[in-house]
C-alpha cells in the first residue's frame, strides 16, 4: 500500500530528520531537563516533545493549517502564545541557584513526571517554527492526492522519530561524566539554556 509513496516518505523523513536535528528550543529544553534532573526526566521530556508533535499532525490534516497560513492575524497570536511560553521557561532557567553535585538519579515522583512530559509537548506544540514547518511540507512534498492514512502514517512517523532522537539527547547528557561536567558549572549552565530560550522568544516577537 505504501510502496507508491515510498519516494515521497523519504523526501520527508529527510527533511524532517534535518529539522529535528538543528539546535531548537525542544534541544534545550531536553538538555537542560536531564542536566538537572537525571535521565530519566529527560526521556519523559522527549516523550512529550514527540506528543507535541501529534498537535501539528492533527491540525494540518484537519486543513486548519492552511487557514493558519491564510490568516496572517491567527500566526502573529500564535507565535506570541510560543514566544510567551518560552520566555517562562527561560525566566525559570535564570533564576536558578547553585545546587550540589549530585549524580544519582533518585525516584521520580508522579507529578514530577508529568511535569516533564508536559514542558515537553508545550515547547514543541506551541512552537510556531513547528506550524509553518509542517504547513510547508504537507503542501510542498505530500500530494494532496495522497491518503489520509499515509498522511496519518507520516505524522505518527514524525512522532515517534521526534521522540527518539531527544531520547538519545537525553541518554548523552545523562552519561555520569558529561553530566557531571555540566553539573560542576550547573547554574550557569542552566543560565545559559534560559538565555537561549528567550533569545529563540525574542526571534520570534520580531517577527511578530
Known amino acids: 500500500m505504501i510502496a507508491p509513496y515510498i519516494p515521497e516518505f523519504m523526501a520527508l523523513a529527510i527533511t524532517h ?8 528550543p525542544d534541544f534545550a529544553v531536553t538538555i537542560s531537563q536531564t542536566v538537572q534532573h537525571g535521565r530519566r526526566v529527560g526521556i519523559i521530556t522527549a516523550l512529550g516533545i514527540g506528543a507535541g508533535i501529534s498537535v501539528h499532525v492533527f491540525y494540518t490534516l484537519l486543513g486548519v493549517g492552511t487557514l493558519m497560513h491564510t490568516s496572517p492575524e491567527i500566526l502573529r497570536w500564535a507565535k506570541v502564545l510560543g514566544a510567551a511560553y518560552l520566555l517562562y521557561l ?7 541557584e547553585v545546587r550540589t553535585i549530585d549524580t544519582v538519579e533518585t525516584p521520580i515522583p508522579p507529578k514530577a513526571g508529568r511535569g516533564a512530559f508536559v514542558t515537553g509537548f508545550l515547547t514543541n506544540a506551541l512552537n510556531p517554527k513547528a506550524t509553518l514547518f509542517f504547513l510547508s511540507i504537507f503542501t510542498t512534498i505530500v500530494s494532496a ?3 489520509i492514512g499515509i498522511q496519518i502514517f507520516y505524522g505518527v512517523w514524525m512522532c515517534v522519530i521526534n521522540a527518539l532522537w531527544f531520547a538519545a539527547v537525553s541518554l548523552l547528557f545523562s552519561q555520569s ?32
Do not use: C, D, N, Q
Request: proline content about 4%.
Open 17 to 24: 530528520f534535518l529539522a529535528v536535528v538543528a539546535p531548537g
Open 90 to 96: 527561560g525566566w525559570g532557567l535564570i533564576r536558578s
Open 145 to 147: 492526492s495522497t491518503p
Open 177 to 208: 561524566k558529561v553530566r557531571e561536567a555540566f553539573l560542576r558549572r550547573g547554574h550557569w549552565f542552566e543560565r545559559a539554556m534560559g538565555i537561549l530560550l528567550i533569545g529563540f522568544a525574542i526571534r520570534l516577537l520580531w517577527k511578530w
